[in-house]
């Protein structure tokens, strides 16, 4: 048997954590490169394209079987140009051949596999394949060699259904799409209607299994709820928001939400943590809070928020990507308990509370996924709240909770003795841009400097470290920038940048969101379309340009940038903005119009279009000492469809910047005023809070079911 020599591979210089993993491989790995490409060519081989992400699972299992495997290796070397592809770092890349693979086999995932020719039209699709024939599923060792067959043999055959596929779908997506009218109330209440139908009336969430937190369709079901008093809309996210804190999609321990259940009960999850999950989940929770005070839902988001300064956090203010599943080969070793280690770690009393609380079995709670029998090992997880628990330990709740807080922090020390799941440290500009936002969010709904500072401090990570010569890059790490940024990073860090502004007010925040916007529209919009495009005019053209709405595991950047634009077209006075924005809603309505619930974040944004929208303009007269007071009970509230503007006082930076209909409104008699605009046409000033307030929140109900 032939062995490979090379102790690294190609890929031992890259800065992605996923590919420096299968730097050791024998497989002769390559980066997506032209050098790769070329080589196929020149070689005539199949190029084979394995696309994943270092905090996958199934990655490294695939990694273990197949590419650390000496056999699997020659076949891969003798016959294939093999690459490799980080989906966080080229999500262009992925998202089109994931488009590929689930239009060939009605599927997709990670590991994605791709076999294709040297110009990069594919002929095979796959996610995870085994190494060997199992179940009927088609092993490495099987594959291969067929593939170097047909392609010695029925390479006609190949290349032609390679050249149709391609073809057809690059007609599909570069297909202008663009209708008459847009989105409207009646999608909106049609997204309701869908999510309706298929909520889990048990256990909360949008399907069986697997099941997904998706909080973008949470806190469009927030909005309908403010609009339409419907309290069905309610229901749906508070159980689902319960149902997650108390699960095992919650890291009880630690903190932090894990990526997905894989049971319909969010007992059992998929370990990793994604800091996009983090980011969206927080914003959930904090408006959940802001409608129903329930303080079970701020204890989350602030619990969420620890985690992520602690673990998730950059020295200088950037926030990570992911932790991994896996902790020595093992998914989930370092979050699981036996009932034994915990009565190690616990004295009798505390842990005989714990193990009652958190629902510890001798058999254990967790169910091997492979063999379908209990492991002895548990996932902590709670049935019932504190409050709930108290009553049925008869204990009072605040010594309940002492009780089990300091249990946790006992438990979470010991398990920081473990050896932990590698983290992917490198820093999205994307997944950032969330991470400000909902910062910023929690900071004026909570009253938390520290939360509006820590936003701040990734803005600045993102404008010093992130941008090359006024160009928006995509991936920070280890003192490199690289990769120029996609829609998405740029779609969310204006998101980002425009929630710092409407916390402080700074012209420098949203000036830096205004230059974002406009380098955006140059970049990324296709005015043929009405749309933008996911990648840039300066950017590789992978088979097509993709101009994507749909709202996934996280918003689509369509979605996000039709938001901005509206709120940049208000806080500018520039009307192009708001006439781009309709124009992405046109484009999207043929999908939206079928399938609404499945643009959850594009139907939040038509709903602060078709209004009623309202700026509030809180004046102060100079030297006001209850300024920040009046702000925060403001921002208690949600109040979704509704922008606050403080106008100036003494002791606001210098830079504020306000629209100039908002600062021409002043304070009446040397008392504070509050003034409720529609469209910038603004009412009679009201100079009672409360009674501002009570208008806000009546004028948010304007469809009242």
Known sequence: MKKNTLRYNRL???????????????????????????????????????????????????????????????????????????????????????????????????????????????????????????FGR??????????SEMWEKDREELLESAGQLSSALKKRFDAGRGAEKGPGREDITNAFDELSIRFDESYGGFSDRPKFPSPHQLTFLLRYWRRTGEKRALKMVEKTLRSIRLGGLFDQIGYGLHRYSTDSKWLVPHFEKMLYDQAMATTAYIEAFQATGDDLYRKSAEEIFEYVFRDMTDKDGGFYSSEDADSEGEEGKFYLWSKKEILDVLDSEDADLYVKAMNIREEGNYVDPVTGERTGHNIPHMTATVPELSRDFSMETHLLEEKLEASRKKLFDSRNERIRPGKDDKILSDWNGLMIASLAKGARAFGKREYFEAAVRSAEFIRSRMLSDGRLMHRYRDGETAIPGFLDDYAFAIFGMTEIYLTDFSGRHLNAATDLTDHMIDLFWDEGKGAFLFSGKDQEEI???????????????????????????????????????????????????????????????????????????????????????????????????????????????????????????????????????????????????RNALTRLEEAHLWEKT
């Open 543 to 689: 088979l097509w340009r993709d101009a994507d709405g749909y709202d996934g595991a996280t918003p689509s950047g369509n979605s996000v940038a039709m938001m901005d634009l509206i709120r940049m077209s208000m806080l500018t006075e520039e009307s192009e903005y708001e006439r781009m924005a309709s124009k992405v809603g046109r484009y999207f309505y043929e999908d939206i119009s079928v399938h609404p619930s499945a643009f959850t974040q594009m139907m939040s944004a038509v709903d602060f279009a078709v209004g009623p929208s309202f700026e509030v303009v809180i004046s102060f007269p100079d030297g006001a000492s209850d300024a920040q007071d009046i702000m925060h009970r403001v921002y208690s509230k949600f109040l979704p469809s509704a922008t606050v503007l403080l106008s100036t006082y003494e002791g606001v930076e210098d830079d504020v910047f306000m629209p100039k209909f908002a600062a021409d409104l002043k304070s009446v008699d040397n008392e504070k005023a509050v003034y409720i605009c529609e469209n910038r046409a603004c009412k009679l000033p009201e100079k009672n809070i």
């Open 138 to 147: 088609i092993g490495m060792t099987e594959l291969l060699p067929k593939i």
């Open 12 to 134: 031992r210089g890259e800065k992605s954590p996923y590919l420096t993993q299968h730097s050791t491989n024998p497989v002769d790995w390559y980066p997506w490169t032209p050098e790769a490409f070329e080589k196929a060519r020149v070689e005539d081989k199949p190029v084979f394209l394995s696309i994943g992400y270092s905090t996958c699972h199934w990655c490294h299992v695939m990694e273990r079987e197949s590419f650390e495997d000496e056999n699997i290796a020659e076949m891969l070397n003798d016959g294939f140009v093999s690459i490799k592809v980080d989906r966080e770092e080229r999500p262009d890349i992925d998202g089109v051949y994931m488009k590929i693979c689930q239009a060939m086999t009605g599927t997709g995932g990670w590991p994605l596999t791709i076999i294709m020719t040297p110009d990069k039209k594919p002929f095979f699709a796959a996610t995870y394949i085994p190494r060997e024939e199992m």
